[in-house]
Nanobody
Framework: VQLVESGGGLVQPGGSLRLSCAASGFTFSSYDMRWYRQASGKERELVAR????GGITNYVGRFTISRDNAKNTVYLQMNCLKPEDTAVYYC??????????WGQGTQVTVSS
């Protein structure tokens, strides 16, 4: 099982980034997918989730999660980024009955 995040980096306040998470080794289309973030010294927090049926919850209004089951990939579009969005962003696959997989994370830094 692998989840590989990409797309992080340094961006100025007000900018945008799109994170990707490529999955392999499990039945991606059957899993809920989630994006979390963890800022330095803070708890990991859930920022968006998309169910296996495509139901979406975005916990940050400027962020939008989506998935492409044909590519086994989940995305996080982040707009109007703020310095407080600086964190390591992780994707997670969750089968809803206790099995979960995590990626290694990708750093997003919002700074001028």
């Amino acid at each position: 099982v692998q989840l590989v995040e990409s797309g992080g980096g340094l961006v100025q306040p007000g900018g945008s980034l799109r994170l990707s998470c490529a999955a392999s080794g499990f039945t991606f289309s059957s899993y809920d997918m989630r994006w979390y973030r963890q800022a330095s010294g803070k708890e990991r927090e859930l920022v968006a989730r998309i169910t296996n049926a495509g139901g979406i919850t975005n916990y940050v209004g400027r962020f939008t999660i989506s998935r492409d089951n044909a590519k086994n990939t989940v995305y996080l579009q982040m707009n109007c980024l703020k310095p407080e969005d600086t964190a390591v962003y992780y994707c997670q696959g969750n089968d809803g009955v206790g099995r979960e997989y995590w990626g290694q994370g990708t750093q997003v830094t919002v700074s001028s």
